[in-house]
């Protein structure tokens, strides 16, 4: 998909998204944020900022925070989170900032497998000594339940079942490592941070849900109603009686350096 088409997916439910599904991630940015040691008048950057409540974080931490994003919507609600951020429209693979304009980049679950480039950008944007933090699914946590959800969707969408596979490279041992070196950067050792999305209920889960990309690519194939039952049937099991529906997480996460 085309970097100027990604709005049809993302942005379709960019209210859900920022209000029902976008706050649960908050111990990942928290993490990603300390680790990379974002703080007073650190310039920053975070690629993928969707509706930018990782921006707002950063800016409460006396960051200068700067965005980027191909969601026109979700972008909206971020300017709208945090009016003083610089945020912008763009692709991640040709990022509109010049050469050595950040202390900090960030990325969570923004930057995917493949995709080389945009490590590659986001190592042309760092100043020498500056860090990427880039975070993703871990792909070898057997106590992570978040494949469920993704389950639910890739079993009735073919499409899915392609992209995750390609997409979900990143978290294999080693493979985000290698990404950041290959773009020059020296990576730190991964880390990790396990927590449990929240749901009221199983309708706020498949809210929460049916708000993201890959169910988007779904709906368009099989249709809402089939996606909503898939994710219902699929995480029912999840939901405890005065808990509500909890899924275990785990995050893993690299801080890598540019060399001085
Ligand atoms: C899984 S969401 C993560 C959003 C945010 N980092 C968060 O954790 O809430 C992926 C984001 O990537 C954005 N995206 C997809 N392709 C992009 C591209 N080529 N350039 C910039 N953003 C892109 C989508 O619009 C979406 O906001």
């Known amino acids: 998909m085309n970097w100027k088409e990604v709005d049809q997916g993302w942005g379709d439910q960019a209210r859900v998204w920022a209000t029902v599904m976008e706050p649960r991630w908050w111990p990942e940015f928290d993490a990603v944020l300390r ?4 703080g007073d008048a650190t310039d920053y950057l ?16 006396g960051a200068r925070p ?20 610089d945020i912008r429209h763009g692709d991640m693979n040709a990022l509109p900032w010049d ?7 960030t990325s969570c679950r923004g930057i995917w ?6 490590v590659h950008e986001a190592a042309r944007v760092l100043r020498p000594g500056g860090r990427l933090g880039l975070s993703f699914f871990s792909a070898t946590r057997e106590s992570s339940q978040i494949g469920k959800a993704f389950k639910a969707i890739r079993r009735i969408s073919d499409h899915e079942v392609e992209q995750s596979m390609r997409l979900g490279q990143i978290g294999l041992e080693g493979r985000a490592e290698e990404m ?34 890959p169910a988007w690519m779904a709906i368009q194939e099989r249709g809402a109603e089939e996606v909503e039952r898939s994710i219902r049937e699929e995480l029912a099991d999840l939901e405890e009686t005065d808990y509500g529906v909890r899924t275990q997480v785990v995050i893993e996460y690299v801080v890598a350096t540019k060399p001085s």
Do not use: Y
């Open 46 to 61: 975070d690629i993928a900022c969707g509706s930018g409540l990782m921006i707002n974080m950063a800016a409460r931490r």
């Open 99 to 105: 050469d050595a304009t950040f202390d900090v980049v």
């Open 180 to 213: 950041c070196e290959v773009a020059g950067l020296e990576a730190g050792p991964r880390q990790g941070v396990e927590f449990e999305l929240e749901g009221a209920d199983l309708d706020h889960e498949v809210r929460a849900w049916m708000s993201a990309g």
């Open 113 to 118: 497998g493949p995709n080389q480039q945009a």
């Open 66 to 85: 700067h965005g980027v994003d191909a969601s026109d919507r979700l972008l909206a609600i971020a300017k709208r989170r945090t009016p003083d951020a």
């Open 35 to 38: 680790a990379s040691e974002v």
